[in-house]
C-alpha cells in the first residue's frame, strides 16, 4: 500500500515537472530567437534523436525497438505522427518569437476539448452532458473572435489540431514515449541533416559561437526531458488527474506574454480566453465529479 502510495506522489511530481517544463520553454526559444524558426526546429530534431537514443543506452529499451521494427503499421502511423509532432514544433517555435505566445497558450487551452471531440469522433466516446456545454461554450469563444472581430485564431487552432491529432495517433500505435520520439525523430532526421547540409545556415555550428552551439544542442533535453516526465505521470496515476496538471503549461505561457513579454492582451482576446477558461472550467468540474463517483 504504501509503495502504491509513493508512486501515486512520484507520478504527481512527475506530472507538475512536465507541464511546468512546457510553460516555460518559451524561454529557451526567446534566447536562441536571432536563429530562424526552421533551423531550431531541425536542430530540435537531431539533439532530440541523440539525447533519446542516449537515454536508451542507459535506461533500455532496444529490445521495444527491435520489436516495433518488424511491424510495418505501426511505422506507417509513426511516419504521419512524425510530421504532425514537426509541424507543431515548427508553429510553436515561430508562435513564441514573432510575439504570439498569447495564441500559442490558447491553442494548448483549447486542445484537451479538442482531444474530447476527436474520441467521440474516432474512437466512439461519448459526450456527457456538461461535456458537451464545454466545447459549445469553446466553441462560441472562437466563433465570437471570427464574427465580431473579423479574426481566425489560426495559430491557435491549429497547435490544438495537430497536437490532438498526434496524440490521438499515438494513442492508436500504442507505443510508449521514448521508443516513439526515437523512432519519429530518426524518420525526420535526413531530412534535418540534408537542410542544414544544403542550405546556407544561419546555425552553422562551425562559425556559431560556443554559447550558442550548447544552446542548440540543449534543444534535445528541452524536448525530450518534459515528454518522458510526462510519459512516467502517465502510469502512475490515472488520466483524469493528469488532466488537471495539463492547463499548469499554457498559465505559465499566458502569464510570460503578457508580463514578461508585454503581448497586448486586448478585448478581443479577453472575450475569446473568458469562453475557452468557462469551457475548462465545467471540463474540469465534469471530471472531478466522474472521479469521485
Known sequence: MHTAESEHRKGIFLAIGAYTMWGFAPLYFKLIAAVPATEILLHRIIWSFFFTALLMVFIGGFERLHQLLRQPKRL????????????????????????????????????????????????????????????????????????????????????AGSFGLYGLLRKKANVDAKTGLLVETAILMPVALVYLMLTT???????????????????????????????????????????????????IMFILAVSLFNEPFDIEKGVTFGFIWSALAIFTLDMFRRRRN
Open 76 to 159: 506507417a502511423v509513426l511516419l504521419l505522427t512524425s510530421t504532425l509532432i514537426a509541424g507543431n514544433w515548427l508553429l510553436f517555435i515561430w508562435a513564441v518569437n514573432n510575439d504570439h505566445m498569447l495564441d500559442a497558450s490558447l491553442g494548448y487551452y483549447i486542445n484537451p476539448l479538442f482531444n474530447v471531440l476527436l474520441g467521440m469522433l474516432f474512437l466512439g466516446e461519448r459526450l456527457r452532458r456538461l461535456q458537451w456545454l464545454a466545447v459549445g461554450l469553446a466553441t462560441i469563444g472562437v466563433m465570437i473572435q471570427v464574427i465580431s472581430f473579423g479574426s481566425v485564431p489560426v495559430i491557435s487552432l491549429a497547435l
Open 201 to 251: 545556415s544561419s546555425a552553422s555550428m562551425l562559425t556559431n559561437t560556443w554559447t550558442l552551439n550548447l544552446l542548440l544542442m540543449a534543444a534535445g533535453v528541452v524536448t525530450t526531458a518534459p515528454l518522458l516526465c510526462f510519459a512516467g505521470a502517465a502510469v502512475r496515476i490515472p488520466l483524469s488527474m493528469l488532466g488537471f496538471f495539463q492547463y499548469i503549461g499554457p498559465s
